[in-house]
């Protein structure tokens, strides 16, 4: 085997991949119209929906070409029936994309505004709901990803069920990660990306969501001609495949990835991305760096910490001495606040953030940075 370097990625995904998962890449060149190829696809579709705990006759998944944000294209815009209006839970960065999503097709939406660093307010959901039986689906980022805030989806997918709509949630940083089981928390649509979940590599998304609603949604308006959640699933069950080329050896990788993760288990994965957590919490004590988020509303998978306020921080030096020593870091995404950002997916353990701490001291070190920082 090819040796390849290793770094450890703690930006929020593409995330570590396993070598076994980058080689699994190198396959020789085939055209995904052969039968052989399809073959894969069936049995990696319906792993994606075990995933989530999904009986496959009632959930399917469904494959995009594209990075994760195709996903919110493809489910936002094709899942509004004419007449309806979405809601959005608009509480950090990725929901404000979904925002963007239904200004870029003109759709009607609400966008309920809540704080970025608390759980949403139920209360204010449930009466957006009353006001509005027009409202077709709820929206939310399940963990959002700029803050780690995560948000209660079992209650909000039970309040869009209890007036008439259904939950779409944007899975992408939390699923294969965090146990999710789609019954118990009330979910209709969710989604992900082969880069962060389940370790594989960028170029492969996947709706999954209820077959029921995905079949009503042939009479919906269609509003875009690539990204269609019900032209790309008919295809499906009529072909086995996608409808435009899929990106082949990003498909391979993705089946490696799911036998590993199937072979690490969803416990014991949740319980080392815990572990990767807490040996990132250690070293934000030790060090004296400041959180954005109360630790009992985050989700446990990003810290986003404010850039200590010692005159010698500079975010581009201590990132490019960690980066030349094979340690990724990655600013903060809250508009006006200056951050970064650890995340805690992809194939590293503890150990590996151990390593990362002593290189970000003397990162701090050659910066001139005071540690303890105070
Ligand atoms: C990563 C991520 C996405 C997708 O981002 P891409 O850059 O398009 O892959 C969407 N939603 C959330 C919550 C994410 O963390």
């Known amino acids: 085997m090819v040796k390849v370097k290793r770094n450890i990625l703690l930006n929020p995904g593409p995330s570590t991949t396993t070598d076994t998962v980058k080689m699994a890449q190198v396959v020789p060149d085939i055209c995904p119209r052969e039968k052989e190829f399809a073959q894969i696809m069936a049995p990696l579709r319906e792993d994606l929906v075990k995933i989530v705990h999904a009986d496959p006759k009632e959930y399917t998944a ?70 509005n039986p027009d409202i077709g689906y709820v929206y939310v980022t399940y963990h959002e990803t700029g803050t780690g805030l995560l948000n209660p989806v079992k209650e909000i997918g039970a309040l869009a069920h209890r007036y008439g709509a259904f939950l779409i949630t944007d899975t992408t940083s939390a699923y294969a990660m965090i146990p999710i089981n789609v019954y118990e928390e009330n979910i209709d649509f969710c989604m992900a990306s082969a880069q962060k979940g389940i370790m594989a590599m960028t170029g492969l998304s996947y709706v999954i969501g209820r077959r029921n609603i995905i079949e009503q949604s042939k009479d919906f308006p269609t509003r875009s001609y690539y990204c269609n959640l019900y032209m790309q699933y008919e295809y499906f069950e009529k072909t086995g495949e996608m409808h435009f080329t899929p990106p082949v050896q990003t498909i391979y990788a993705a089946r490696q990835a799911l036998i590993e993760y199937f072979n690490e288990g969803e416990e014991a994965k949740w319980k080392r991305h815990q572990r990767v957590m807490n040996a990132i919490r250690k070293g934000i004590d030790e060090i004296g760096l400041k959180e954005v988020l109360r630790r009992e509303v985050q989700a446990g998978l990003v810290a986003a910490i404010d850039y200590p306020e010692d005159p010698n921080w500079d975010f581009e030096k201590v990132h490019d001495y960690c980066y030349e020593r094979g340690f990724t870091i990655y600013p903060g995404k809250i508009d006006g606040r200056g951050g970064f950002r650890l995340c805690a997916l992809g194939a590293i353990d503890e150990e590996d953030i151990t390593a990362f701490w002593e290189v970000f001291r003397q990162a701090l070190q050659a910066a001139g940075v005071q540690v303890p920082i105070n």
Request: proline share 4%; charged share 30%; hydrophobic share 35%.
């Open 62 to 131: 469904v494959l995009f070409c594209g990075s994760g944000t195709i996903c919110m294209d493809v489910a936002v815009n094709s899942l509004l029936d004419k007449d309806k209006k979405a809601l959005i839970v608009s509480n950090g960065a990725y929901s404000q994309r979904a925002c963007d999503v239904c200004r870029y097709y003109g759709l009607p939406f609400i966008e309920l505004k809540q704080p970025l660093d608390d759980k949403p307010d139920l209360r204010k959901i449930e009466e957006v709901l009353k006001e």
